[in-house]
């Protein structure tokens, strides 16, 4: 785990962030959040299982489930094709529903084509498939940059694209989100489905990086 | 274009192609308070209390050097608790003793707000 450091191109905040112990009190944001809920119950608007339901949710949305549409459609075109044509079924056909009413576009990479997101305006992500955005997605740098110079930011994650390929990105908004579906990596010829999807890791299906062979999943 | 209209070509979050600086692969592991958030802005939007477009507009509308200042669910705290005031759906005087009974209970020793504990 990195250091806790949200927005170092925005200035410091100081307040410290250990993590709550029993004894320990919490900060004033922990707290808020507290009161807020705790109103929003008391006024019957919404449904103490219903927020604890949506902690697991967001416990079990990680990007193997991104991993495993990506492995499949590698191997099985019918599917590959009804993933292009519309995201969020094909999803729902893998057993992962939206718990959103986004809609999942997903753009392949390809020989002529490399294919990276971003939001510009905030954080929006492919949450049902990938889980919550790293923290470098959500800030200025990496929102600013992909669209005026993605060619330059890629660079910095190591991925240099061709100037043959066409680099295209897709800004999401809060009812649009994309996935991207990395190419196969050559030498997987053999893989199982289940071996190709520990090569695909979240950074892939951002755009930032490619699968590569030799790879496992972090 | 002078300084001023390009000013109201953008809001402060509409940042895409501006200059910036260099790109940190900065990552942290939420922390519980923060999950907790996420939950709730999740809920808030299942029941359209609070939508994805008010909470965008609710951290525009904190202003340059709050959304500066803040971590990414502080925003988002201060957001919700300003759209609900605005809403009429929570008055600020009820926030406000809510608050204080929430930061009591650890005042008092008792072992973990009940909702801290959710993760």
């Known amino acids: ?218 | 274009m002078n300084q001023s209209e390009e000013l109201l070509k953008r809001l402060p979050n509409d940042i895409g192609g501006l200059p910036a600086g260099p790109f940190q692969r900065i990552e942290h592991e939420l922390l519980p308070w923060e999950k907790r958030c996420h939950a709730l802005a999740d809920v808030l939007d299942f029941h359209k209390i609070i939508n994805t477009e008010e909470k965008r507009r609710g951290v525009e509308a904190l202003g340059g050097e709050i959304v500066g200042q803040l971590s990414y669910y502080e925003r988002w705290l201060d957001a919700f608790a300003n759209i609900l005031f605005a809403k009429g759906i929570i008055a600020p005087s009820d926030f406000a003793r809510k608050m204080d009974e929430v930061a009591a209970r650890w005042e008092d020793g008792l072992p973990g707000a009940p909702a801290s504990s959710t993760t």
């Open chain 1, 1 to 218: 785990m990195e250091p806790h450091d949200h927005e170092s191109t925005h200035g410091a905040h100081d307040h410290p962030h250990a993590e709550p112990g029993a004894s320990e009190r919490p900060g004033y944001y922990d707290m808020m959040e507290t009161a807020l809920r705790e109103l929003l119950i008391e006024r019957k608007l919404v449904d103490p299982a219903e927020f604890r339901r949506q902690i697991e949710v967001l416990d079990s949305r990680t990007p193997a489930l991104g991993a495993k549409v990506v492995a499949r459609a590698w191997v099985d075109p019918a599917f590959r094709e009804r993933l292009l044509a519309n995201g969020r079924a094909a999803c729902e056909e893998c057993g992962i529903s939206s718990y959103d009413e986004t809609e999942l576009i997903v753009l392949e990479n390809t020989d002529k084509v490399h294919n990276l997101i971003v939001c510009t305006l905030c954080s929006c992500y492919p949450r049902p498939v990938l889980g919550l955005p790293p923290d470098w997605y959500k800030l200025k740098a990496y929102r600013s940059r992909a669209v005026i110079e993605p060619r330059t930011l890629l660079a910095e994650f190591g991925t240099v694209i061709p100037d043959s390929v066409e680099v295209r990105v897709s800004d999401s908004t809060a009812l649009v989100r994309y996935l991207v579906l990395p190419k196969r990596p050559e030498g997987t010829e053999h893989f199982t489905e289940e071996e190709l999807a520990s090569l695909v890791t979240r950074d892939a299906m951002i755009g930032v990086i490619p699968v590569t062979a030799n790879q496992g999943s972090t």
